[in-house]
């Protein structure tokens, strides 16, 4: 049976979004989410939310493109806007040194774990920075250091997890988040990543669920479409999907325990 992950990315970022992932998290609406711990007063919202009682399904939502720095400004001086602590986007114009982006998101996943009070449940990237070349192997060096599953990706870097036995989720759906679908699209989506990756035996769904307020609309151009995501994603719930239609929905310990097994075959 082919196992579905549904992960509430940028917890933290705002009030509106940590409360809709909450609902979704105590309905079981969804498998997990992503913790922004980089994000301004997002340590205050988590430590509100009591994020460790989700502690096995939190993972650490990793930052470059936005956000203050956890770690000493001194040490990571290329990713930083001069003079501050917070972390310029560097998708567009340059990237910042290697070594100082490990040392950052040491500090992220520090700072996460502590807040969850134990090992992060997986690792990812805001803007999907881990799929950048100069990145990924950092990413990947620190999931098989640290013993933490990972949202991967296809081609030679899945040909390295599996090399190096690292634990992730390589058939993504990332195109349905944010785009005021419906639930019958998203189920379309998830078949067609199943029919395209028929050697994985999970399927990791992107999304985005969240109440917008004025604050989370002056942070993220990713407002009011959160809405939406938290409406289909409790449809889907409310539906018995993904049981009805033959998936498994996986918590994320489950999601670990079927991805060790495959980077070990």
């Known amino acids: 049976m082919i196992g579905i992950v549904l992960n509430a990315d940028d917890f933290g970022i705002s009030r509106g979004v940590c409360d809709a992932i909450r609902i979704l998290l ?30 096995g399904s939190v993972g650490v939502h990793l930052m470059l493109t936005s956000g203050e720095c956890l770690a000493d400004p001194a040490s990571v001086r290329s990713l930083l806007v001069p003079g501050t602590r917070s972390l310029r986007d560097p998708r567009n114009t340059w990237f910042g040194e290697p070594e100082e982006v490990e040392i950052e998101w040491r500090a992220q996943i520090k700072a996460a774990t502590e807040l969850i009070g134990g090992t992060p449940s997986h690792l990812d990237s805001h803007h999907g920075m881990h799929r950048i070349p100069i990145y990924f192997d950092i990413y990947a060096r620190l999931a098989k250091e640290l013993s ?23 058939a993504i759906v990332r195109d349905w988040t944010g785009k005021g679908l419906s639930s019958e699209v998203l189920k379309t989506q998830i078949r067609r990543t199943i029919s395209n990756c028929p050697k994985e035996t999970v399927v990791e769904v992107v999304c985005h669920p969240g109440y917008s307020d ?52």
């Open 214 to 265: 004025d604050y989370l609309q002056s942070v993220s151009s990713l407002n009011r479409l959160r809405e939406n995501d938290l409406v289909q994603l409790r449809k889907l719930k409310n539906e018995g999907w993904p049981m009805s239609h033959g998936y498994l929905l996986l918590s994320r310990q489950q999601e670990f325990d079927r991805l060790s097994n495959d980077a070990i075959r």
């Open 26 to 55: 105590e309905e079981h609406s969804i498998s997990s989410t992503s913790v922004m711990c980089a994000a301004p007063g997002a340590l205050d919202l988590c430590d509100k939310f009591e994020i460790s009682r989700w502690k």
């Open 148 to 170: 933490i599953p990972v949202r991967g990706l296809l081609g030679k870097d899945a040909e390295q997890m599996r090399r190096d036995r690292i634990p992730g989720s390589l």
